[in-house]
């Protein structure tokens, strides 16, 4: 059943508000999440059409919200894994192992990736934790720096298998932007004309 009410209250900082239902009764809570138009600021007094649900914690707030005049398009269940980025992450981590063990990478090379993609999966999974119960988020911006210095196969995994950070196309470019720039860096690296850099990680 699709209610009807207007946002009486909107913190942008934690991304959530509440909601007066017009048919009265309680206030409901409501997460930028549950907007199918993520990227248009709610105001207060904006009209909000949506449905109603339960989060994890079982308390009940809003779902599947549309502003006035917005058409509400029931979503698919589910959204496909991008098998393309798994591959590449896993391709990348399995190369430069396979490197490592033939003698061409630095074994503290191999470290910085592995922990640091393992630091940054976890990094995503603690945000995705962070937006459901509407508390302080990572900052975009440093989740990219981590996908910078040599986490993004983590992170490209974490979007996909935790459904974060997967969908937001200015994000998605931003953060190949940071792959393209890490692998660059990672080939130039391993040229002879960075020879003395690379001796750092040996």
């Known amino acids: 059943m699709r209610m009807k ?3 009486i209250k909107w913190n942008e900082d934690k991304a959530f508000g509440f ?3 017009n048919g009265g009764g309680d206030d409901v809570f409501i997460h930028k999440t549950a907007l199918t138009n993520r990227k248009r600021v709610p105001e207060i007094s904006d009209v909000i059409t949506f449905s109603i649900s339960k989060d994890k914690q079982g308390r ?3 779902s599947e919200a549309t502003f006035t005049g917005e058409k509400f398009k029931k979503k698919q269940a589910g959204r496909s894994i991008s098998k393309l ?3 590449l992450a896993t391709l990348f981590l399995a190369s430069i192992s396979l490197a490592y063990v033939v003698g061409y990478l630095p074994i503290k090379l191999l470290y910085v990736y592995w922990g640091l993609s393992t630091f940054t999966f976890l990094a995503y999974a603690n945000d995705k934790i962070k937006a459901q119960k509407g508390a302080w988020r ?3 911006s440093t ?3 981590f996908a910078l210095l040599g ?3 983590g992170a490209a995994i974490a979007q996909q298998f935790l459904r974060h950070k997967s969908q937001k196309r200015e994000f998605r470019i931003g953060f190949w932007f940071t792959v393209f720039i890490n692998i660059s ?4 690296l391993n040229t002879l004309g960075a020879e003395n850099y690379l001796a750092l990680f040996s």
């Open 5 to 7: 009410g207007k946002i």
């Open 19 to 21: 909601i007066t239902p």
């Open 60 to 62: 009940y707030c809003a």
């Open 85 to 87: 980025s798994i591959f």
């Open 138 to 140: 990572t900052k975009e």
């Open 143 to 145: 989740l990219h720096l």
């Open 151 to 153: 986490g993004w196969p």
């Open 185 to 188: 860096i990672f080939i130039w």
